[in-house]
C-alpha cells in the first residue's frame, strides 16, 4: 500500500515536472521571439533609415520585406511554442462540432488574409504606386506612407490616416500623380462679361500665369521653334451669362500646381478688377406674360 502511494505521487510529480518543463519551454520561445522581432524590426529600421538619404532609393519593397520577415518570425515562434504541448484528445462530438465551426470562421478569416497577402506581393511587383506616391483610391486622395503584408496606409492633407485592405486596393481604378511623371497641369477657367473685352481677358490670364514663380515652360525644343505660345488660353464656351475662357497652367507637381492655382485666382481677379473686365452672376430674363382677358380691360 505504501509502494502504491509512492508510485502515485511519483506520477504526479513527474507530471508536473512535465508541466512545469512545457511552460519554462514555451516562456522561452516566446521570449525568443519577441526579442528577435523588436532586434529584427531595429536593425531593418536602421538600414532603411541609410537607404532614405538618397532620394532616389524606393522604400516600397523594403518596407514590405521587413513586415514581412517579422510575421514569419512571430509565425515560426508560435509553430515551435505548439510543438512543445501534447496533442489533445477529442472529448465528445459536441466540442467536436464547436471546433468545426471555429475552424470554418477560422477558414474564412485566412481567405480574407491570404487575399490580402497575395495582394499586397502583387502590388510591391507591378508598383502602381510606391512610398510617397500621391494617389486617389475610392475618392480618397493621400500619399502612400506604407504597404504592409495586410494594408496600405494613405497620409491625406489634414494628416488623417487612411487605411485600405490590400484585396479592396487590387480591384479599385487608381490614380497616381507620380507615376513616371510628376508634372501638374491646372486649368485656370473663368467666365467673363459679354461686354467686357475677351482679348485683353486672355493676355491677363497668360501675363498672370507666365510670371508666376512656380510655372514651368513644357515646350520641347521642336515646338518652340513652332512658335508654340508659353501659355495657352482660349475661348472654349459662351454660356448664358458669360464668355468662359480657359487657360492651362504647368507646375512641377501636384502640391505646387495647387498652390499656383490658388495664387493665380486671386492675382487674376485682381487684374480683372483694374482692367474693369466684369466676372458676371448668373443672369435670367423674365418675361411676364398678361392675361388676354385683362389686357382687353386695360385696353378699354
Not at 507615376?179 to 497641369?185: A, E, G, L, R
Not at 486671386?266 to 473686365?277: G, L, P, V
Request: charged fraction near 25%; charge should be positive; include cysteine.
Amino acid at each position: 500500500m505504501c509502494f502504491l502511494d509512492f508510485f502515485l505521487k511519483s506520477k504526479i510529480m513527474i507530471d508536473y515536472l512535465k508541466d512545469f518543463r512545457i511552460g519554462i519551454f514555451i516562456a522561452i520561445i516566446a521570449i525568443t521571439t519577441i526579442i528577435l522581432g523588436a532586434i529584427t524590426d531595429k536593425v531593418l529600421r536602421y538600414f532603411l533609415y541609410r537607404k532614405q538619404a538618397n532620394k532616389d532609393y524606393d522604400a516600397t519593397g523594403f518596407k514590405f520585406l521587413k513586415h514581412l520577415i517579422i510575421t514569419v518570425i512571430y509565425i515560426l515562434g508560435f509553430a515551435f511554442a505548439l510543438i512543445q504541448i501534447p496533442e489533445f484528445k477529442i472529448i465528445g462530438h459536441s466540442v467536436l462540432a464547436g471546433a468545426g465551426m471555429i475552424s470554418l470562421v477560422a477558414g474564412l478569416a485566412s481567405q480574407q488574409a491570404l487575399s490580402n497577402i497575395v495582394s499586397g506581393i502583387f502590388l510591391v511587383i507591378f508598383k502602381p504606386f510606391r512610398i510617397n506616391d500621391k494617389i486617389t483610391i475610392n475618392n480618397f486622395v493621400g500619399t502612400v506612407e506604407d504597404i504592409n503584408l495586410r494594408q496600405v496606409v494613405l497620409k491625406d492633407a489634414e494628416n488623417n490616416r487612411i487605411i485600405i485592405p490590400n484585396a479592396v486596393i487590387s480591384n479599385q481604378i487608381i490614380v497616381n500623380t507620380n507615376m513616371h511623371d510628376t508634372k501638374c497641369c491646372k486649368i485656370i477657367e473663368i467666365g467673363i462679361g459679354y461686354d467686357s473685352d475677351v482679348e485683353k481677358a486672355l493676355e491677363i490670364m497668360k501675363d498672370e500665369i507666365a510670371k508666376h514663380p512656380l510655372f514651368i515652360d513644357t515646350r520641347t525644343a521642336e515646338t518652340k521653334k513652332q512658335k508654340m505660345p508659353l501659355v495657352v488660353a482660349r475661348v472654349v464656351a459662351l454660356a448664358d451669362s458669360s464668355v468662359t475662357l480657359k487657360a492651362w497652367a504647368w507646375a512641377k507637381n501636384s502640391t505646387e500646381g495647387f498652390v499656383m492655382y490658388c495664387d493665380l485666382l486671386q492675382s487674376i481677379k485682381k487684374r480683372f478688377d483694374e482692367a474693369n473686365i466684369d466676372i458676371p452672376y448668373p443672369q435670367r430674363v423674365v418675361t411676364l406674360k398678361k392675361d388676354k382677358t385683362s389686357a382687353e380691360e386695360s385696353a378699354k
